[in-house]
């Protein structure tokens, strides 16, 4: 199967902090094909900017290391998300929403408003 990361959920898994139990085993088995996105590299040096996360790099060795595979932001993952319903407001989000449901994949996150976009969602 496909999963494609939060940018939390990235953020967690390479900082060790506890995830459920469903997510976590999702992470381990390596015959899963696990992607993050660039949104989140975009996400996460913003909000190192304005101060309300702290970076210990730029976390591509650790996505090349562990396996995670970069989905590229695509036009048509663009035009997905621009015609999502306005559930979710963050902008990165619906991004990642619309890569998901552009390319099949399940979203792993604890952001429960995903859950409104037909998109499966397995909580982090």
Known sequence: MSF???THV???WFTDEPMSR???EVLRR???HVFVSPVTAWELNLKAAKGHVELAGDYLDAIAE???EILNVTWSHAL???GLPPHHKDPFDRL???QAASEGFTILSRD???AQYEVPLIEA
Do not use: K, P, V, Y
């Open 30 to 32: 390596s015959e899963n």
């Open 4 to 6: 494609l990361l939060d």
């Open 22 to 24: 469903t997510a976590t």
């Open 10 to 12: 990235m953020l967690w």
């Open 112 to 114: 429960m408003r995903f």
């Open 66 to 68: 562990s396996g995670f």
């Open 96 to 98: 990642l929403i619309g």
């Open 80 to 82: 997905l998300a621009a």
